[in-house]
T-cell receptor, first 113, second 112 residues
Framework: EAGVVQSPRYKIIEKKQPVAFWCNPISGHNTLYWYLQNLGQGPELLIRYENEEAVDDSQLPKDRFSAERLKGVDSTLKIQPAELGDSAVYLC???????????FGPGTRLTVL | TQLLEQSPQFLSIQEGENLTVYCNSSSVFSSLQWYRQEPGEGPVLLVTVVTGGEVKKLKRLTFQFGDARKDSSLHITAAQPGDTGLYLCAGASNQAGTALIFGKGTTLSVSS
């Protein structure tokens, strides 16, 4: 079974530029998460989807971040415009089951110059 | 706000030593998960504990959930260089569909 796929793996952009990350979850997983992770820290939730509905986006900085999950499968996370402080790893995870176990993709490492 | 405190933050040991990582909270969790993350990769689920007092073993790793379901520990026996990584605990406040609350992690380095 294929795992969570994310692309690109690495992205370097200049500040004020837009950037987008893509995630394909594990087939059949209805719940999809986007996390932000700084070096040596635990993941911090940005947004959670149940199918195509964003059910928790309280931590998403909506002035510059947006996300969508069309048809309840793939998802895209966008930042426009990017700021220096956005440099981090952006992780996508999908899950299902009684105990909310999550399966993570390898992440996209964003560097904003 | 629910928080999970992990300790120690960093741990550097020699191959063959034993170690314990702690995950503590003032909140009760319905389940708690431990993940291991290697550089450049996403976290990988090691175990889920759901019952107070539960102990689970995964080869040289022993996981325990506190009786009150507020804390957990991970014990590694005879650590090996391959155990090196970031260990994360994550708690769920409800059983299905809610986001996990992650601790800040313990960075373990095992040298040969």
């Amino acid at each position: 079974e294929a795992g969570v796929v994310q692309s690109p793996r690495y992205k370097i952009i200049e500040k004020k530029q837009p950037v987008a990350f893509w995630c394909n979850p594990i087939s059949g997983h209805n719940t999809l998460y986007w996390y932000l992770q700084n070096l040596g820290q635990g993941p911090e939730l940005l947004i959670r989807y149940e199918n195509e509905e964003a059910v928790d986006d309280s931590q998403l900085p909506k002035d510059r971040f947006s996300a969508e999950r069309l048809k309840g499968v793939d998802s895209t996370l966008k930042i426009q415009p990017a700021e220096l402080g956005d440099s981090a790893v952006y992780l996508c995870a999908s899950g299902q089951g009684s105990y909310n176990e999550q399966f993570f993709g390898p992440g996209t490492r964003l560097t904003v110059l | 706000t629910q928080l999970l405190e992990q300790s120690p933050q960093f741990l550097s040991i020699q191959e063959g030593e034993n170690l314990t990582v702690y995950c503590n909270s003032s909140s009760v969790f319905s389940s708690l998960q431990w993940y291991r993350q290697e550089p450049g990769e996403g976290p990988v689920l090691l175990v889920t504990v759901v019952t107070g007092g539960e102990v689970k073993k995964l080869k040289r790793l022993t996981f325990q959930f506190g009786d009150a379901r507020k804390d957990s520990s991970l014990h590694i026996t005879a650590a090996q260089p391959g155990d090196t990584g970031l260990y994360l605990c994550a708690g769920a406040s409800n059983q299905a569909g809610t986001a996990l609350i992650f601790g800040k992690g313990t960075t373990l380095s095992v040298s040969s």
